[in-house]
């Protein structure tokens, strides 16, 4: 195995372009592809920055001929030449105009054998997340993170340009109930008390203002134990900021210059602001969603009043018990048998079923037409704008269950009829509502955290809405924040009327009530997902493919093998004994 000596890196493999034809380089990397003619050897050498091909020749000194023809897939090498240009030209690289007519060639580090092709994205996700080192190789992952790294610098230096201050908080906490379950740490000194990993660093960034850091900012990692899908891990990290003396329009404002910055910087696109803005029940009652993709327009109609007295029974029924009428039109002419199968989608995320209208060529073939009057079908028609080429789609019901049920289905026929349009389209959700009830436990909960402001206090619960919001992009929510509760005796109401007695808040909250007795300003700030907005600025399917070390749908880890058993010894300090 050769050492690099007083060799050192001049350029990456993927600056090396015709620019350089005639002079001398230094280039190091991967391995990723060999050509071996007999009197012709060619390499790729891969690096971050892209590949560049190195040749050898006849005028190649025969020692370091004879050493390229030993060389394998995936080996460390380090080559110096002098840059040519190449023969056959490869228009798919920046470097596909030139090559590398190795002088000096170093081989740093030997590999076996790899269980897949670098870069192989047919190989089964299981496998390269057993081998993560090796898939982070790959030229698409490597461009992810190296995107991942330049929204952070760029998030740092809009921060500090607008004077804020980056301040850590800490990673081993108090457990305090914030939607999700903690991961707990068992502590050694206090055998039987657990430290929690941070669900976000909420509490910690409110008490920087009261310390009076009116801008604070940090890049997160936080923890929750909860159930996994393609836009969550267990362990994530957000853009974490809290200002002092703030509304919600000066919160928000921070968050689109953020965003505004973030994306000049890093794609060089030039976003509009101010973003459009729905209430969440405007949000609920249009797109059935309180993250809804508003990238195509179908919108959910409701024809309750219609149904109340159309003459088909079912409808007239559900009316009067209480229920909604509602639906959706695409402008799509769907078959029947797709029609089924959406009527078993709907089925299975707790719909009794599907009507429907297919307006054909000649004449609206409806579902349950026998019961209605002609001129109640075109009040419903008209109403719908269910025009020839189109189908239109209901779902009877209660309303907090019709308008998530119709806002999966219009997500469902958006992707199926190719309706989503390419591009970035951000919308604020604002106004929601304060408290969510949980019907399984019979109690009324923060929807965000009991430390949010409501606009005003009202005893129905389901008519008390908070100063909070979130940033949905391309139907991901990418933010969550709100105007924090700085009143003391407010806040004693707000914890009262969640239920919780004055032994619960002094345990579970104490230190911050404790803290809002020596006064606080006006506060509020968001927690920005830095994965999702990455995932999403790459165009990615999933968080694995923007996280260098990603956890699978189980929360372990295939290549360390992680979580993993410990010794007794290490359960007997703690004062742990597993069952």
């Known amino acids: ?65 004879e050493k390229a023809s030993t060389i394998r897939s995936e080996y460390v090498l380090m080559a110096k030449g002098m840059v040519g240009e190449r023969s056959s030209i490869n228009k798919d690289i920046p470097t596909g105009r030139v090559e590398i007519n190795v002088t000096e060639l170093l081989i740093l ?40 790294s330049k929204i952070s610098n760029s998030a740092r230096r809009f921060f500090e340009e607008k004077g804020f201050i980056e301040i850590e ?24 008390k657990f430290y929690a990993l941070p669900q976000s660093p909420q509490i910690y960034k409110q008490l920087t203002m009261v310390a009076g850091f009116d801008k604070y900012y940090q890049i997160a990692r936080c923890f929750r134990d909860e159930d996994l899908r393609a836009d969550r891990q267990p362990e994530f990290t957000q853009i974490d900021v809290e200002m002092s003396y703030v509304d919600v329009d000066d919160v928000l404002n921070i968050q689109e210059g953020l965003i505004k910055a973030v994306f000049k910087d890093v794609l060089d696109t030039d976003l509009t602001t101010p973003f459009p803005r729905l209430s969440y029940t405007e949000a609920m009652q249009k797109y059935g969603s309180d993250k809804p993709d508003i990238r195509f327009d179908v919108p959910i109609k409701d024809i309750t009043d219609i149904a109340a007295d159309c003459g088909f029974s079912f409808f007239e029924d559900a009316v009067k018990n209480g229920s909604t009428v509602r639906g959706i039109t695409v402008n799509a002419n769907i078959p029947r048998k797709e029609i089924d199968k959406l009527t078993e989608f709907v089925k299975g995320i707790g719909a009794g079923g599907l009507a429907y209208i297919r307006y ?26 269910c025009f020839k080429g189109s189908t239109t789609f209901f779902v009877v019901g209660k309303e907090q269950k019709v308008l998530p049920i119709l806002g999966a289905l219009r ?19 604002t106004d929601f509502p304060f408290f969510e009830y949980d019907e399984e436990n019979n109690t009324w909960l ?23 919001y979130d940033l949905t992009l391309n139907g991901v929510e990418l933010s969550s924040g709100s105007i924090r509760i700085t009143d003391y005796e407010l806040q004693q109401k707000m914890f009262t009327a969640l239920g919780l007695t004055d032994e619960e808040i002094e345990k579970k909250f104490g230190f911050l009530v404790d803290a809002y007795k020596y006064a606080s300003p006006p506060h509020g700030g968001f927690g920005l997902g830095l994965d999702r907005l990455t995932m999403l600025l790459t165009g ?11 956890k699978v749908q189980n929360a372990s880890e295939p290549m360390s093998d992680c979580p993993s058993e410990v010794d007794l010894e290490s359960l007997d300090i703690l004062g742990i004994k597993l069952k």
Not at 360 to 384: A, H, Q, T, V
Not at 540 to 550: C, G, H, I, T
């Open 446 to 468: 923060a929807m965000h955290h009991p430390f949010t402001m409501p606009n005003e206090l009202n005893e129905d619960k389901s008519k008390v809405f908070a100063k909070a």
């Open 540 to 550: 990615s399917e999933s968080l694995r493919d923007v996280v260098a070390f990603p």
């Open 109 to 148: 580090s030997k590999a076996v054998t790899p269980p897949f092709t670098v870069g192989d994205e047919n190989v089964n996700e299981e496998i390269r997340l057993k081998y993560r080192y090796l898939d982070l190789r790959s030229p698409k992952l490597q461009k992810n993170l190296i995107l991942r």
């Open 411 to 429: 997500l469902k026929l958006g992707k199926q009829l190719n309706l989503i349009a390419d591009g970035y389209k951000f919308v604020w959700i």
């Open 1 to 65: 195995m050769d050492t690099m000596g007083n060799l050192r890196r001049t350029h990456y493999c993927g600056e090396v372009t015709e620019n350089y034809i005639n002079k001398e380089v230094i280039v190091c990397g991967f391995v990723q592809k060999i050509r071996d003619l007999g009197n012709l050897i060619f390499i790729d050498l891969r690096d971050r920055e892209g590949v560049v091909q190195l040749a050898f020749t006849d005028q190649t000194s025969r020692e370091v001929f």
């Open 360 to 385: 054909g060529e000649d004449k609206p073939n409806c579902s349950f037409s026998k019961y209605i009057s002609e001129e109640i079908l075109n009040k419903i028609l008209e109403r719908m704008e």
């Open 169 to 192: 908080t800490p990673m081993m906490i108090k457990s305090t109930p914030e939607g999700a379950r903690d991961y707990l740490i068992p502590s050694r000194v206090h055998n039987g």
